[in-house]
């Protein structure tokens, strides 16, 4: 607005004159002009302009923050100064022709930066056209998406690859073992699947740490590859078994690659100051001959594989037809024991166990049987399939609640006390909570602690500080532990200090020698002396004869189970037979 004063002849001020002029439309125009060129300067996408010349006339901040080059250094130049040799020309062709077509483009281009670094980013082109419909600019908007396609391929890769090894995993085998049996069955060929499983490769990791036996998986897997062809795959299922898929394999070429395999595994191992051996377990399965599926041939080559961790481990065996009759036979097992719980399928027999030097009863060992649809199966049957398919921490929690609803019962009865033992597997000290789980299925039934002893084996103490926490805890509640088939493990003379144990099993293969074999005799003289120093209770199994009783009884072994004073016994039957005995204390 313009003010200015109105005069008469005289020169004396009359009036004012205001004059007016609308500028919302400029102000609105500059409002825009300042919004555009914040949205120009501020996004963290940089933006070229360019001219129809493809001259580049601006750049925004962003442009030269991911790209290195100031506005002066760009300003006049082309945008082939960012271009990489890693976008092939004809991109640049089709790129230009649709921008030209359709005024538009969008899509991934590699270009570099001011230092020759290249980098991978999203790159929108728009034209700019005037009022006529000219094209007069040419505007890019670009992002750097380096880091997210490395995320992605990462992704991908561990999608279909193992991260420790780097080999091909599960998902990533089976697509071969798929694509390798179409081709097969058209050439008629035959190919093979090796199932390797590395032998006492947890006591690699419990005696020298994960970080050793991730070290040692390593080795391996360079091993393995050492091993085959390049047309061959080696990949990792997981843990430390592994599978190799023989492209064009007969049973020969199958035999040479298995004992090169076994060759290679057994040797030497080095870390830093550590070194250490291992073996391997191999199976093999062939196609057509073993199976007609891929899902077959793993089953097959994993039965196999099974087969000879049963004969003594580093070896390898071929899937044969007993395998099959085998895997389906255990395939039956391990549904029928999923239900048996349910269906009340198991019972327990108690053996007893005597004080060798009075021949008084002082407890019993509670050992579960299974009959499914009319016939028992045997425990040596059942318990491995139980034990490989994790169904065990089911059973071992029945059978403490089944032992101690009976004492309850016996104790009701007016039967004299004694102390039962209980089997506990390995495998149910990797579940977390054990200890807890354990000791409320005794508080529910109101049973003492002390009525009770946890028979383990050694191979639970090689997880040393899991099973150091776990036994203090079940030793704190008050149960009794037991080392079960003491000598034929993993035997070490720290654990028995370092551990709360309170007895010693001997094996029954020493028991069965002890009054014939020096041998024999001497190891369980030593186990007998050793355990007494300790302060701990021996009980010797499996004795059927009496100059094995006898023999046990002058070593100083203080108690014994076997044949030879009972077999295993109903729970009526047992408290019969106990109510015929004086009965020692249970201290």
Known sequence: MVRFPLFDDDGAITGTCFQATNITARKRAEERLRLAAMVFDRPSEGVMVTDTEQRILTVNDAFTTLTGFTRQEVVGKKPSILRSEKTPAELYVDMWNKVNRVGVWQGEIWNRRKNGEPFLEWLSINTVKDKSGKVVNYVGMFSDITKVRESQQRIEYLATHDELTGLPNRALFNDRLHLALARVERSRESIGVVFIDLDNFKVVNDTLGHVTGDKLLKQAALRLLDCVRAEDTVARL?????????????????????????????????FDEHECFISASIGLSMFPEDAADANALMRNADSAMYRAKDHGKNAFRFFTADLALQSTR???????????????????????????????????????????????????VFIPVAE????????????????????????????????????????????????????????????????????????????????????????????????????????????????????????????????????????????????????????????????????????????????????????????????????????
């Open 388 to 587: 490989q398919s994790n169904l065990i921490v089911a059973i071992d929690e029945w059978v403490l609640g089944e032992v101690c609803r009976q004492i309850v019962e016996w104790d009701n009865s007016g039967l004299p006390p004694v102390r039962i033992s209980v089997n506990i597997s390995a495998r149910h000290f990797r579940k977390e909570g054990m200890a807890a789980d354990l000791m409320q299925i005794v508080s529910q039934h109101g049973v003492s602690p002390q009525r009770l002893c946890i028979e383990i084996t050694e191979g639970v103490l090689m997880d040393f500080e899991r099973a150091q926490r776990m036994l203090a805890e079940l030793v704190a509640f008050g149960l009794m532990i037991s080392i079960d088939d003491f000598g034929t493990g993993f035997s070490s003379l720290s654990y028995l200090k370092r551990f709360p144990i309170h007895e010693l099993k001997i094996a029954r293969s020493f028991v069965d020698g002890i009054s014939t074999n020096s041998d024999d005799r001497a190891i369980g003289s030593a186990i007998i002396s050793l355990a007494r120093h300790l302060g701990m209770r021996v009980v010797a199994e499996g004795v059927e004869m009496a100059d094995q009783h006898a023999e046990l009884d002058a070593s100083g072994c203080h108690n014994g189970q076997g044949y030879l004073y009972a077999r295993p016994l109903a729970p009526d039957v047992f408290a019969e037979w106990l109510r015929a005995r004086t009965l020692s204390s249970l201290s």
């Open 238 to 270: 997981g843990g430390d078994e592994f599978v190799v898929l023989l492209e064009t394999a007969d049973r020969r070429e199958a035999t040479l690659t298995a004992e090169r395999l076994l060759s290679a595994l057994s040797a030497s191992y080095h």
């Open 330 to 380: 255990r395939l039956a097992l391990e549904t029928g024991l999923r239900r048996a719980i349910d269906n009340g399928e198991f019972f327990l027999h108690y053996q007893p166990q005597i004080n060798l030097e009075n021949h008084q009863a002082v407890g019993a060992e509670a050992l579960v049987r299974w009959q499914a649809n009319g016939e028992v199966v045997e425990p040596v």
